[in-house]
């Protein structure tokens, strides 16, 4: 079994940017690793620990069957959470996932800190109900003081754009939420890092999490919180390859003794998000759910019909003029409901249940789905199906035509 060296943590500077690097090997192969600040957060960079890049790292490792070994220091509550719970229950459960073994030195003393608290605001359901359930509250401990966007895989496409296609999506979108930023009156902590191109194969729902991760224990000298906001409830908890099923536990073992993660909104569902964050003037600006776009397509993605789907039945979709386009929707309103119908159809298979829960709360609450909408669906079920048959007849055509016999 072949082991992945993880250099110890060390900073260079570029231009008016600051690092935190790491040269890692493993078999023939190596290459210098880094998360990158603005020039104020250099202090906040961790160079007593190799904490994020371990974390950042450990799919990739698993996936790759790779032992790590590193002359760095793990902090002593992260390495004993990663070694006695982590790994053995992702390596029984998922798997790509495969048993590995760490071999690092810990340290378990508190390093001087900032300890703020932080959350990523990408502009979504999640992120913003995060944002604005952890503003003036009254622990004060607890209350935001930074926001955080990172360049880590942001664009589900990116495959298709080259390499590192991901920076340029990234730096369009932190030009969209630095306004929302001031607005709150919160800092935005923006990172970039090459770890893209380690994972430019890798599946985005597998990885992207402790990423994410190992980029805040990165400056886990500025964090003493960061809320992780979760896609799922707590009710769906599962072990999946879609890893943000199991966030609860991936929190509680990336935490160390400087920074905690707490799993935030997994506490209700994303309709219940949805009302809640509706009723906050500063998201009918800043609302962007598409990840296909730098703005919200309205048409073409899922996430944005689903967002729009779930306005419409709470009422609010008129307040999202300005991030949506509601008149396009309203013109076409038969082909969403048609869309929600058979999504919901096509969901019931699988573990998340957002079609499900917009449909209930329109049966509670007596909205109407016409009956032109759903001849629609029975339509476009329709084609779907004849599609598929096509295909079967197809790859059975081209059998034939390939082996001489029919398979
Ligand atoms: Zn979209």
């Given at each position: 079994?072949?082991?992945?060296?993880?250099?110890?943590?060390?900073?260079?500077?570029?231009?008016?940017?600051?690092?935190?690097?790491?040269?890692?090997?493993?078999?023939?192969?190596?290459?210098t690793l880094?998360?990158?600040?603005?020039?104020?957060?250099?202090?906040?960079?961790?160079?007593?620990?190799?904490?994020?890049?371990?974390?950042?790292?450990?799919p990739f490792?698993?996936?790759?069957?790779?032992?790590?070994?590193?002359?760095?220091?793990?902090?002593?509550?992260?390495?004993?959470?990663?070694?006695?719970?982590?790994?053995?229950?992702?390596?029984?459960?998922?798997?790509?996932?495969?048993?590995?073994?760490?071999?690092?030195?810990?340290?378990?003393?508190?390093?001087?800190?900032?300890?703020g608290?932080?959350?990523?605001?990408?502009?979504?359901?999640?992120?913003?109900?995060?944002v604005?359930?952890?503003?003036?509250?009254?622990?004060k401990g607890?209350?935001?003081?930074?926001?955080t966007?990172?360049?880590?895989?942001?664009?589900?496409?990116?495959q298709?754009?080259?390499?590192?296609?991901?920076?340029?999506?990234?730096?369009?979108?932190?030009?969209?939420?630095?306004?929302?930023?001031?607005?709150?009156?919160?800092?935005?902590?923006?990172?970039?890092?090459?770890?893209?191109l380690?994972?430019?194969?890798?599946?985005?729902?597998?990885?992207?999490?402790?990423?994410?991760?190992?980029?805040?224990?990165?400056?886990?000298?500025?964090f003493?919180?960061?809320?992780?906001?979760?896609?799922y409830s707590?009710s769906?908890?599962n072990?999946?390859d879609?890893?943000?099923f199991?966030?609860l536990l991936?929190?509680q073992?990336?935490?160390?003794?400087?920074?905690?993660?707490y799993?935030?909104?997994?506490?209700?569902?994303?309709?219940?998000?949805?009302?809640?964050?509706?009723?906050?003037?500063?998201?009918?600006?800043?609302l962007?759910?598409?990840?296909?776009?730098?703005?919200?397509?309205?048409?073409?993605?899922d996430k944005?019909?689903?967002?729009?789907?779930?306005?419409?039945?709470?009422?609010?979709?008129?307040?999202?003029?300005?991030v949506?386009?509601?008149?396009e929707?309203?013109?076409?309103?038969?082909?969403?409901l048609?869309?929600l119908?058979?999504?919901?159809?096509?969901?019931?298979?699988?573990?998340?249940?957002?079609y499900?829960e917009?449909?209930?709360?329109?049966?509670?609450?007596?909205?109407?789905?016409?009956?032109a909408?759903k001849?629609?669906?029975?339509k476009?079920?329709?084609?779907?199906?004849?599609?598929?048959?096509?295909?079967i007849?197809?790859?059975?055509?081209?059998?034939?035509?390939?082996?001489?016999?029919p398979?």
């Open positions: 079994m072949k082991t992945l060296e993880i250099g110890e943590a060390y900073i260079k500077r570029i231009g008016d940017k600051s690092r935190l690097c790491s040269n890692i090997s493993w078999g023939d192969r190596a290459r880094w998360f990158e600040v603005e020039r104020e957060y250099e202090e906040c960079l961790c160079t007593e620990r190799i904490d994020g890049f371990l974390v950042a790292l450990l490792a698993m996936i790759e069957n790779l032992n790590i070994h590193s002359m760095g220091c793990v902090s002593e509550r992260l390495l004993y959470q990663i070694k006695t719970i982590l790994l053995p229950s992702l390596s029984a459960n998922i798997p790509e996932f495969h048993f590995i073994d760490i071999d690092a030195k810990s340290d378990g003393r508190i390093l001087e800190s900032k300890n608290v932080g959350t990523a605001l990408s502009g979504g359901v999640d992120s913003f109900y995060t604005l359930k952890n503003m003036n509250t009254e622990t607890f209350n935001l003081t930074h926001l966007y990172f360049n880590i895989m942001n664009h589900p496409q990116w298709g754009y080259g390499e590192d296609s991901s920076r340029d999506f990234s730096d369009a979108r932190i030009n969209y939420v630095k306004p929302a930023a001031t607005e709150l009156g919160l800092k935005l902590v923006t990172v970039d890092s090459n770890f893209d380690l994972y430019h194969e890798y599946v985005l729902v597998t990885t992207s999490t402790f990423r994410c991760f190992g980029t805040v224990l990165a400056l886990q000298k500025l003493g919180k960061y809320y992780w906001s979760s896609s707590f769906q908890f072990f999946s879609d890893i943000a199991f966030d991936s929190v073992c990336v935490s160390n003794e400087n920074t905690t993660f799993s935030t909104g997994s506490e209700i569902s994303r309709l219940e998000k949805t009302a809640y964050i509706s009723d906050y003037a500063i998201t009918y600006k800043y962007n759910v598409c990840w296909m776009n730098l703005y919200n397509c309205t048409s073409k993605c944005c019909k689903r967002t729009m789907l779930a306005l419409y039945g709470l009422g609010k979709l008129d307040r999202y003029r300005e949506f386009n509601v008149d929707f309203y013109r076409n309103i038969n082909e969403y048609a869309y119908l058979l999504k919901r159809i096509n969901e019931k298979k699988k573990q998340s249940r957002f499900d917009i449909y209930q709360y329109y049966n509670a609450q007596s909205v109407k789905i016409p009956k909408a001849v629609q669906a029975i476009l079920l329709w084609i779907y199906k004849h599609k598929i048959l096509e295909f007849q197809a790859l059975f055509n081209r059998g034939t035509m390939e082996s001489g016999k398979l």
